[in-house]
């Protein structure tokens, strides 16, 4: 994480940038383990870690917001039958469907399809869709 990065260069602890910052211990600790990610933070919050840290804004959060474009674009641009199992999961998630087993089956089959035998999406593509819907992870 680029907070860790800097704090390294500037041979801070966290806790000291966050008395620096003027922001709670509690914050800056959500956001360098990952519970909150940077980029929902609020723009005060970022200008008192960049400020405290002696860097852009945009610098700090770049990494974050970069990550998460990466993460959208992973659920667009997909084949057709796989976009379909895909959305019919999550429709089926949201309306805790009886047939959400059948949904999980049939997207983890249009992954393997995608990625083993058309070679359509990449592994990394395919291991996000993976972790995210199959298997319930957060990223």
Do not use: F
């Not at 990065?5 to 940038?17: E, G, I, N, P, V």
Request: charged share 30%; net charge neutral; hydrophobic share 35%.
């Amino acid at each position: 994480m680029i907070i860790d990065d800097l704090l390294k260069q500037a041979h801070m602890t966290k806790y000291r940038l966050a008395e620096q910052a003027g922001i709670p211990h509690a914050t800056l600790s959500d956001i360098c383990t990952g519970k909150t990610k940077l980029e929902k933070c609020s723009a005060e919050t970022v200008y008192k870690l960049a400020k405290a840290l002696g860097v852009t804004m945009e610098l700090l959060a770049e990494g974050g917001i970069r990550q998460t474009e990466r993460e959208r674009a992973y659920e667009y641009g997909l084949p057709e039958y796989l976009q379909h199992d895909l959305d019919a999961y999550k429709d089926g998630l949201r309306t805790k469907s009886k047939l959400l087993d059948c949904y999980w089956g049939e997207l983890y089959g249009s992954i393997n399809l995608a990625e083993i035998s058309e070679g359509v999406i990449t592994p990394e593509h395919a291991d996000y869709l993976r972790k995210k819907y199959l298997w319930g992870r957060k990223l």
